[in-house]
């Protein structure tokens, strides 16, 4: 079966650029015709969709993020990784990736998700 695990630091420092990794197993994320998203969860704000990548290199991203935000493939690994750039306290939060078939009309329902990885900002 599909399975997904994030990755990264825990602890990122204001104004850094967080870098998260999602490992896919027992799919190419190149083939298959999926949605491979990332997704936070925030106490005050809940989930809050973040973007997606369709494909080889098809992305949409959330406009309130401010286009700090770039996800992109690296095939060579079945990964997709998260970049988030100027982080400041308010990124803090616990993050997701996921995935699903088209069509992408239901932002927080999935086929597959990650655990969830815990990432703070703070200097």
């Known amino acids: 079966q599909v399975q997904l695990q994030e990755s990264g630091p825990g602890l990122v420092k204001p104004s850094q650029t967080l870098s998260l990794t999602c490992t896919v197993s027992n799919v190419s994320i190149t083939t298959g015709g999926s949605f491979w998203s990332w997704i936070r969860q925030t106490p005050g704000k809940g989930l809050e969709w973040m973007g997606a990548?369709?494909?080889?290199?098809?992305?949409y991203y959330n406009p309130s993020l401010k286009g700090r935000i770039s996800i992109s493939n690296d095939a060579s690994k079945n990964e997709f990784v998260l970049r988030l750039s100027s982080v400041t306290p308010e990124d803090t939060a616990v993050y997701y990736c996921a995935t699903k078939r088209p069509p992408m009309e239901a932002l927080y329902h999935y086929d597959h998700w990650g655990q969830g990885t815990q990432v703070t900002v703070s200097s």
């Open positions: 990548i369709y494909s080889t290199d098809t992305t």
